[in-house]
């Protein structure tokens, strides 16, 4: 099956400059996140879709950062302006939760690296 | 707060050493527990889970996980490691009935030749 796929996969920016991330999860998974990962930091996780509606969006910087999942399948990140420390990898994850047993597990895409000049 | 610890940051090991990667979380109810690797210029991969049962969890490539509940561990083994193992290992605590990861700071392993 293909896995979840991410575009770009690099982008350079500058400063209070505006940018956007796409991510198409596993057909059929029905949950999807956004994370970044600044380096030496492990993934922390931004927003949490569940179809189209949002789960978990708490740690979302909410004045700059923005996500939507249309038709619950892809989805866009988008960061209006950009700082300085936005500066990390935005990984897209999707999971699946086995029927019968409640087992979730998440699959990551490939993740787009971000420099914000 | 629910954390997630990997008190290694950097491992170094020579081919065929035994490793053991620790893994420890903050939360007092029931989990589900990952291990995440990302080699060099890849995405990150699911290396193995527990959700339940057997505390002992085998996963790919020969690495396997031992769930210590009463230690809140999950560390990470390998008897042997080869140089293909070079990679940076995270793990990750789901709490039951939630979608959300915690993930740990990561290990950066190097496996030396």
């Known amino acids: 099956e293909a896995g979840v796929a991410q575009s770009p996969r690099y982008k350079i920016i500058e400063k209070r400059q505006s940018v956007a991330f796409w991510c198409n999860p596993i057909s059929g998974h029905a949950t999807l996140y956004w994370y970044q990962q600044i380096l030496g930091q492990g993934p922390k996780l931004l927003i949490q879709?569940?179809?189209?509606?949002?789960?978990?969006d708490s740690q979302l910087p909410k004045d700059r950062f923005s996500a939507e999942r249309l038709k619950g399948v892809d989805s866009t990140l988008k960061i209006q302006p950009a700082k300085l420390e936005d500066s990390a990898v935005y990984l897209c994850?999707?999971?699946?939760?086995?029927?019968?047993?409640?087992?979730?597990?998440?699959?990551f895409g490939p993740g787009t690296r971000l420099l914000v000049l | 707060a629910q954390s997630v610890s990997q008190h290694n940051h950097h491992v170094i090991l020579s081919e065929a050493a035994s490793l053991e990667l620790g893994c420890n979380y903050s939360?007092?109810?029931?989990?589900?527990l990952f291990w995440y690797v990302q080699y060099p210029g890849q995405h990150l991969q699911l290396l193995l889970k527990?959700?339940?049962?057997?505390?002992l969890v085998k996963g790919i490539k020969g690495f396997e996980a031992e769930f210590i509940k009463s230690k809140f561990s999950f560390n990470l083994r390998k008897p042997s490691v080869q140089w293909s193992d070079t990679a940076e290992y995270f793990c990750a605590v789901k709490p039951s009935g939630t979608y959300k990861y915690i993930f740990g700071t990561g290990t950066r392993l190097k496996v030396l030749a």
């Open positions: 879709f569940q179809n189209n509606g949002v789960v978990d």
């Open positions: 994850a999707s999971s699946l939760v086995r029927k019968g047993t409640g087992q979730e597990t998440q699959y």
């Open positions: 939360y007092g109810g029931t989990v589900n």
């Open positions: 527990y959700f339940s049962g057997d505390p």
